[in-house]
């Protein structure tokens, strides 16, 4: 508890550090499933499969607990350092702005929604309710949900890459601050 309330004893530049890892795992991440992993699934002919609604939905509740965790490290670190104040005023750092915590909870606002109630909603679209069908039609219903899905998942990109530009202004400037 001491460590809690002693921000010296917080070492907020190891916070940095893990914020940074976190938001560039997370960056590339989202970017390499978005643009190399669904895409490929896509023309492989993952939607014409029978099961591909349980598939993907296993695919991304792995995907969606990484995030979940990403995003908990990020607000984590970001309370860090803003807790810790040096001589200089919260609003020299970008990392400890108002803007910094306001994009870490809005990220964590848009993971929670992908989570628990896109994914799972998908997921129950896709499901196989005929296993003797031969063909497998794609409900019309899917295709606004991915159109769901990819509007909160660009959302989810800018915002990481709005914090990655706020920290990365505290690490250009590292001596001032």
């Known amino acids: 508890m001491n460590t809690l309330s002693n921000p010296a004893a917080a070492r907020p530049t190891r916070w940095v550090g893990a914020v940074l890892f976190a938001l560039m795992f997370w960056f590339s991440s989202s970017l ?25 939905y296993a695919m991304f509740w792995v995907f969606n607990r990484l995030e979940l965790l990403c995003a908990g490290v990020i607000l984590t670190g970001l309370l860090v350092a803003r807790q810790s ?28 929604v ?10 129950a679209l896709g499901t196989a309710l005929d296993p003797f069908a031969t063909t497998l039609e794609v409900p019309a219903a899917m ?6 899905y990819f509007g909160l998942e660009a959302l989810k990109l ?12 505290d690490l250009s400037r590292a001596e001032e601050i």
């Open 85 to 112: 104040r040096p001589q200089r005023p919260v609003v020299a750092s970008g990392l400890r702005s108002r803007w910094a915590m306001e994009l870490g909870l809005g990220l964590l606002a848009v993971t929670l």
């Open 143 to 148: 295709n606004q949900m991915h159109g769901l």
């Open 158 to 169: 800018l915002g990481c890459g709005a914090l990655l530009s706020l920290l990365y202004g």
């Open 114 to 123: 992908l989570t628990y109630a896109v994914a799972p909603a998908m997921g």
């Open 32 to 56: 390499l499933m978005d643009f190399v992993i669904m895409p490929g699934l896509f023309v492989g002919g993952m939607m014409s499969q029978p099961d591909f609604g349980s598939t993907g």
